[in-house]
């Protein structure tokens, strides 16, 4: 099908049909397992740019804990944690444009003690530039996440502090060191079926390995912090839109999961995701990580060791 054609079956399919081809689809191209992930908060709030979803803008008046860089030992302790529930990626997230070179030389010797406890380091830590990324490489990290949020025709609409542009400079930087790239958006913000398809046809172009799909949580004092939240139907057709869009990839449902979908949690994986991020989000609540590990077991998958 033509992406066109993809849209077309997405919005309009019933519910059964469109789990039947999205479901067999994950089954064909990504098995029986789900990949799982974690993060750490490791630097939060006091961040100059202006996201209009983001709890942590110092442009927005929000109730979150601003903390500076966590020191090593307490990352660590956190990613024993997630190691103790089966994931086998630990992600350090920083707010900000980007780490100061003090702040990334101990996020570099933290992703190594990430390596030697046995897990895949990954990390968010803005728009780094080629040397900047080399030097996390040559501590071990194996995957950098950068998200393009959304469209290029929407972007400007929640954003304005940075462009898409640089976005996309800081994804090329990602490839050129080498490193794994996850990358994908957050949905609900206001843009439309074309905007989200055009995002997944971005993505088709910049070949990430992992695709994390967001779902916004509206947070008072943020610009959109009155949005509604999307109906649970209207995130599972997204999730199947982008299963159908990029079949190879890891769709991995993260961000606003457990907000967003309530008991169509179930879903998930029907919808063709293969990939969850477990345990706490950035600045929100995420769902039990029991829960989720039962949620696996009882839709007859496996968590990739």
């Known amino acids: 099908m033509s992406p066109e054609e993809i849209l077309n079956e997405v919005i309009s399919a019933d519910l059964p049909r469109l789990f039947v081809l999205a479901d067999s689809l994950r089954r064909e191209k990504r098995g029986e397992r789900v990949d799982l992930c974690a993060i750490v908060n490791a630097k939060s709030g006091n961040c100059p740019e202006d996201c209009a979803y983001c709890a942590q803008s110092l ?40 780490p100061t070179p003090a702040e990334l030389r101990s996020i570099a010797e933290t992703v190594s003690g990430i390596r030697a406890l046995g897990l895949l380091p990954c990390a968010t830590l803005g728009m780094l530039a080629p040397d900047e990324l080399r030097l996390l490489k040559e501590a071990g990290l194996q995957r950098y996440h950068h998200n393009i949020e959304t469209s290029e025709r929407f972007f400007p609409q929640i954003c304005s502090t940075h462009t898409y542009s640089d976005k996309i400079r800081t994804i090329e930087a990602v490839r050129k060191a080498g490193l794994s790239l996850c990358s994908g958006g957050i949905f609900g913000l206001g843009e439309t079926w074309e905007d989200r398809l055009q995002m997944a046809r971005t993505l088709r172009e910049l070949d990430p390995d992992s695709v994390p799909i967001n779902f916004l949580i509206p947070i008072k004092g943020t610009p959109l912090g009155e949005r509604p939240m999307l109906p649970p139907i209207e995130a599972l057709r997204i999730v199947s839109l982008f299963r159908l869009m990029l079949p190879e990839k890891e769709i991995r449902i993260c961000g606003g999961r457990h907000q967003t979908l309530g008991e169509f949690n179930s879903m998930v994986f029907l919808a063709g995701a293969d990939g969850l991020l477990i345990g706490n989000y950035l600045t929100r609540q995420g769902r039990g990580v029991e829960d989720d590990l039962r949620l696996i077991a009882t839709s007859g998958l496996k968590i990739t060791p």
């Open 59 to 98: 442009r927005h008046r929000t109730d979150i804990e601003a903390f500076p860089l966590l020191e090593k030992e307490e990352i660590l302790r956190r990613a024993r944690e997630a190691r103790r529930w089966g994931t086998r990626r630990f992600c350090i997230v920083t707010s900000g444009r980007k």
